[in-house]
């Protein structure tokens, strides 16, 4: 992704003070506002607040300064879906059964902020940065409104491209614009707004505007976004929404940066991926502090970030739900004295899900300065935070007593919070993750009758380097030396032939090389070895669909759809395979089912249309094209399906205003001229039919449709 130097529009010029401003200010309401922010991949050490000189974090720095920043904050999973799960259930991985991503996703059983807000008579929208948060993960339930339709990510999916992501002011300006139309509508109701920002996620873009230009770095994506967020807090100020709104900002997790040898997340939980920012402004506070000035200092109470949503819900005067496993922090956010001491707990399940290594978890504990961590892994570490932030001095041999008593400590911590656990499991987890973690042989492992955490598998800090090489071959890729990058990835193939990360980087390379029969190969060994990953299914059956094994291929995406079944786009490809097998009313069904699981997707609606036209309903055609034009107006499909569907409807004016504004976006569509050739003969317009036909035939001598438009001018002279 090295060449994307292009310059995003800037915050300061999507006049964010729109209507808004203008609007009287709100009026006394039952209930303060909730505004969450989550930053994701930042570091707590990369803000000004926290320490870090050289950050450009002036807006953030002046909210903990009218609220409250916790020094000891820690998120539960280094990866965003699971640590976002946690947020806004309130609950821990391990009984929220968000262990991991891919293949999993929060179930429906679970009250989150949204669910309670929504049913409280809130107002409740969300704006994702990306796709990676998409509804299908669970998150999207008590929501009414869940922006999370990011242009281009449906067509990225299978192409193992990143999925795409929205800058801050794109994030900003969608929120803003919910809230504007919510404040129209009902002035007086309280809102919750959650945005999601990802900027700070590799790849990273230069930015301009927002009163300054941002270079593409790890910073600069983090100052570029704190810029953002203070014309949001400017914004909120000026319609007079800002003191009665609690604003809650914390990181889903941070990054490695080459700490621990770690450059991005989600592998280890040493402090630079699992230590979080965590910011709170209390509503009533305004840009004096709550008590009129803010604190000099940080918080030193232990927080976790399932402690969110209980404190967010006891600030807004509502109950906490018995489900929630958090700590309210009522009494640090409103500057009176200290709240309950909890241990903090997090865990990453990614070395074994992905590289088939032992998993690792962790528990921090102990009075504020003498915080001490204890990692349990095959060879456990254990450090002294207050002393030691950089965790670089291990003091599990030295201190053995003090690292049992916190293994001890840490089963407790597990099992008192994890009531669906078998009795005799150290490692408690629900139905669906119990289910995924017996295929891999895991939660089998046993020793001295026991199960256990830890298993003879190897220890992820042993083999940091095996995981960093495939992301080093992943980046030479993506530099655009194939040879390269495959030598890279056999060589690691080479020494662990069942290595799951290594087979599906260079399964996605050999796809996107067009290396099919190569890619096939790649991804049955891939399935082979982790038959609980439902993503290699798909991708496994969209390279047999371009070898032409369509049988196959829908064997495969059942089976995609079997493991996932909250996956819509393995029933969209489905019935997509379907239309072309001329299965039509099978295909129908299935991307019904599909747009059910995610409305508004381009791909399901254009082949829902398809089916229609085919049918001979040219209006439900129209309707459905016209919804996957508007989802995505980038895709040619929908519009050439659209254009014939209303030659058929005898609108030929719609067809020729369609098509006019089509080749302004792509000018060598000779459909696109064949078609409106067709519209310009059927209004008279002989003249510039013609034309239509000649580039239509220029650009493709055999399309069929110009010939008829040609023909039809030749018959009547
Ligand atoms: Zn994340």
């Given at each position: 992704m090295e060449a994307m130097r292009f310059y995003l529009p800037g915050c300061a010029l999507l006049g964010l003070a729109g209507v808004l401003a203008l609007a009287p200010p709100a009026r006394a309401q039952a209930r303060p506002n909730l505004l969450l922010i989550t930053l994701d991949t930042v570091r707590a050490d990369h803000l000004g607040i926290y320490g870090d000189r050289a950050a450009r974090t002036p807006h953030l720095d002046a909210l903990a300064r009218q609220g409250v920043w916790f020094e000891y904050?820690?998120?539960?999973?280094?990866?965003?879906?699971?640590?976002?799960?946690?947020?806004?259930?309130g609950t821990y991985p391990f009984d929220n059964g968000v262990r991991s991503q891919p293949g999993f996703r929060l179930e429906d059983r679970l009250p989150t902020l949204a669910t309670i807000l929504d049913r409280a008579g809130y107002a409740t929208g969300a704006v994702l940065g990306s796709s990676i948060l998409d509804r299908r993960f669970g998150l999207a339930r008590g929501f009414q409104a869940y922006d999370d339709q990011i242009s281009g990510a449906v067509a990225e999916e299978y192409e193992g491209l990143p999925a795409s992501k929205r800058s801050a002011a794109e994030v900003v300006r969608r929120g803003w614009a919910w809230l504007e139309a919510e404040r129209r509508h009902s002035p007086a109701r309280p809102f919750f707004l959650w945005l999601h920002f990802y900027d700070a996620h590799l790849p990273y873009l230069p930015h301009r505007g927002a009163g300054g230009s941002f270079p593409a770095t790890y910073d600069g994506e983090i100052a570029y976004m704190d810029a953002c967020l203070g014309r949001l807090f400017a914004d909120l100020q000026r319609a007079g929404l800002y003191d009665n709104t609690a604003i809650f900002v914390v990181a889903d997790h941070g990054e490695g940066l080459g700490d621990h040898g770690e450059s991005t997340h989600g592998f280890f939980i040493y402090d630079s991926t699992i230590r979080v920012p965590l910011i709170v402004k209390a509503p009533g506070a305004g840009p004096q502090g709550i008590r009129g000035a803010g604190p000099a200092q940080p918080n030193d109470e232990l927080a976790s970030t399932v402690d969110i949503a209980p404190t967010a819900l006891r600030l807004l005067d509502l109950p906490v739900p018995a489900e929630m496993q958090g700590t309210p922090r009522l009494a640090a956010v409103l500057g009176r004295g200290r709240d309950a001491d909890t241990p903090a707990y997090a865990e990453t399940f990614f070395p074994l899900l992905s590289m088939g290594w032992n998993p690792?978890?962790?528990?921090?504990?102990?009075?504020?300065?003498?915080?001490?961590?204890?990692?349990?892994?095959?060879r456990p570490e254990l450090y002294d935070l207050s002393r030691d932030p950089r965790e670089t001095r291990d003091?599990?041999?030295?201190?053995?007593?003090?690292?049992?008593?916190?293994?001890?400590?840490?089963?407790?911590?597990?099992?008192?919070?994890?009531?669906?656990?078998?009795?005799?499991?150290?490692?408690?987890?629900?139905?669906?993750?119990?289910?995924?973690?017996?295929?891999?042989?895991?939660?089998?492992?046993?020793?001295g009758g026991t199960p256990v955490f830890v298993t003879n598998l190897p220890d992820p800090k042993d083999r940091v380097h095996e995981e960093e090489a495939i992301l080093t071959a992943l980046r030479t890729y993506e530099a655009h030396d194939y040879p390269r990058a495959l030598r890279q990835l056999r060589a690691i193939l080479a020494s662990d032939p069942r290595q799951p990360m290594a087979l599906?980087?260079?399964?996605?390379?050999?796809?996107?090389?067009?290396?099919?029969?190569?890619?096939?190969?790649?991804?049955?060994?891939?399935?082979?070895?982790?038959?609980?990953?439902?993503?290699?299914?798909?991708?496994?059956?969209?390279?047999?669909?371009?070898?032409?094994?369509?049988?196959?291929?829908?064997?495969?995406?059942?089976?995609?759809?079997?493991?996932?079944?909250?996956?819509?786009?393995?029933?969209?490809?489905?019935?997509?395979?379907?239309?072309?097998?001329?299965?039509?009313?099978?295909?129908?069904?299935?991307?019904?089912?599909?747009?059910?699981?995610?409305?508004?997707?381009?791909?399901?609606?254009?082949?829902?249309?398809?089916?229609?036209?085919?049918?001979?309903?040219f209006a439900a055609a129209a309707q459905s094209l016209e919804q996957a034009v508007a989802a995505d107006a980038s895709q040619l499909p929908p519009r050439l399906n659209l254009g014939f569907?209303?030659?058929?409807?005898?609108?030929?004016?719609?067809?020729?205003?369609?098509?006019?504004?089509?080749?302004r976006r792509a000018p060598r569509a000779p459909q696109a001229y064949a078609e409106l050739a067709v519209a310009r003969l059927e209004l008279g317009d002989r003249a510039a039919a013609a034309a239509a036909v000649r580039r239509a035939l220029a650009l493709d001598p055999q399309n069929s449709l110009a010939r008829q438009a040609q023909a039809a001018l030749q018959r009547q002279p």
């Amino acid at each position: 992704m090295e060449a994307m130097r292009f310059y995003l529009p800037g915050c300061a010029l999507l006049g964010l003070a729109g209507v808004l401003a203008l609007a009287p200010p709100a009026r006394a309401q039952a209930r303060p506002n909730l505004l969450l922010i989550t930053l994701d991949t930042v570091r707590a050490d990369h803000l000004g607040i926290y320490g870090d000189r050289a950050a450009r974090t002036p807006h953030l720095d002046a909210l903990a300064r009218q609220g409250v920043w916790f020094e000891y904050a820690f998120t539960t999973v280094p990866l965003t879906l699971p640590s976002h799960a946690a947020i806004l259930t309130g609950t821990y991985p391990f009984d929220n059964g968000v262990r991991s991503q891919p293949g999993f996703r929060l179930e429906d059983r679970l009250p989150t902020l949204a669910t309670i807000l929504d049913r409280a008579g809130y107002a409740t929208g969300a704006v994702l940065g990306s796709s990676i948060l998409d509804r299908r993960f669970g998150l999207a339930r008590g929501f009414q409104a869940y922006d999370d339709q990011i242009s281009g990510a449906v067509a990225e999916e299978y192409e193992g491209l990143p999925a795409s992501k929205r800058s801050a002011a794109e994030v900003v300006r969608r929120g803003w614009a919910w809230l504007e139309a919510e404040r129209r509508h009902s002035p007086a109701r309280p809102f919750f707004l959650w945005l999601h920002f990802y900027d700070a996620h590799l790849p990273y873009l230069p930015h301009r505007g927002a009163g300054g230009s941002f270079p593409a770095t790890y910073d600069g994506e983090i100052a570029y976004m704190d810029a953002c967020l203070g014309r949001l807090f400017a914004d909120l100020q000026r319609a007079g929404l800002y003191d009665n709104t609690a604003i809650f900002v914390v990181a889903d997790h941070g990054e490695g940066l080459g700490d621990h040898g770690e450059s991005t997340h989600g592998f280890f939980i040493y402090d630079s991926t699992i230590r979080v920012p965590l910011i709170v402004k209390a509503p009533g506070a305004g840009p004096q502090g709550i008590r009129g000035a803010g604190p000099a200092q940080p918080n030193d109470e232990l927080a976790s970030t399932v402690d969110i949503a209980p404190t967010a819900l006891r600030l807004l005067d509502l109950p906490v739900p018995a489900e929630m496993q958090g700590t309210p922090r009522l009494a640090a956010v409103l500057g009176r004295g200290r709240d309950a001491d909890t241990p903090a707990y997090a865990e990453t399940f990614f070395p074994l899900l992905s590289m088939g290594w032992n998993p690792l978890r962790a528990l921090i504990s102990g009075p504020s300065g003498r915080l001490m961590k204890y990692i349990e892994a095959p060879r456990p570490e254990l450090y002294d935070l207050s002393r030691d932030p950089r965790e670089t001095r291990d003091l599990a041999a030295a201190q053995q007593a003090r690292a049992n008593s916190m293994l001890a400590a840490l089963d407790d911590f597990v099992r008192a919070r994890a009531p669906r656990a078998a009795p005799d499991s150290r490692m408690p987890v629900d139905a669906a993750t119990a289910r995924l973690f017996s295929s891999l042989g895991y939660a089998g492992a046993v020793r001295g009758g026991t199960p256990v955490f830890v298993t003879n598998l190897p220890d992820p800090k042993d083999r940091v380097h095996e995981e960093e090489a495939i992301l080093t071959a992943l980046r030479t890729y993506e530099a655009h030396d194939y040879p390269r990058a495959l030598r890279q990835l056999r060589a690691i193939l080479a020494s662990d032939p069942r290595q799951p990360m290594a087979l599906d980087a260079l399964g996605t390379i050999q796809f996107a090389e067009h290396d099919l029969n190569a890619a096939r190969a790649t991804y049955r060994a891939l399935i082979a070895a982790a038959p609980y990953d439902s993503t290699a299914y798909a991708e496994l059956a969209h390279t047999e669909a371009l070898l032409g094994h369509r049988a196959e291929a829908e064997r495969l995406y059942r089976k995609n759809f079997a493991l996932d079944p909250s996956n819509g786009r393995a029933l969209r490809e489905l019935g997509l395979l379907l239309i072309e097998d001329g299965k039509l009313a099978e295909a129908k069904g299935d991307l019904e089912r599909a747009l059910a699981l995610q409305p508004g997707d381009p791909f399901a609606l254009n082949g829902l249309g398809q089916i229609q036209a085919q049918q001979g309903d040219f209006a439900a055609a129209a309707q459905s094209l016209e919804q996957a034009v508007a989802a995505d107006a980038s895709q040619l499909p929908p519009r050439l399906n659209l254009g014939f569907v209303y030659l058929r409807l005898n609108q030929p004016q719609k067809t020729a205003q369609l098509m006019e504004q089509t080749l302004r976006r792509a000018p060598r569509a000779p459909q696109a001229y064949a078609e409106l050739a067709v519209a310009r003969l059927e209004l008279g317009d002989r003249a510039a039919a013609a034309a239509a036909v000649r580039r239509a035939l220029a650009l493709d001598p055999q399309n069929s449709l110009a010939r008829q438009a040609q023909a039809a001018l030749q018959r009547q002279p």
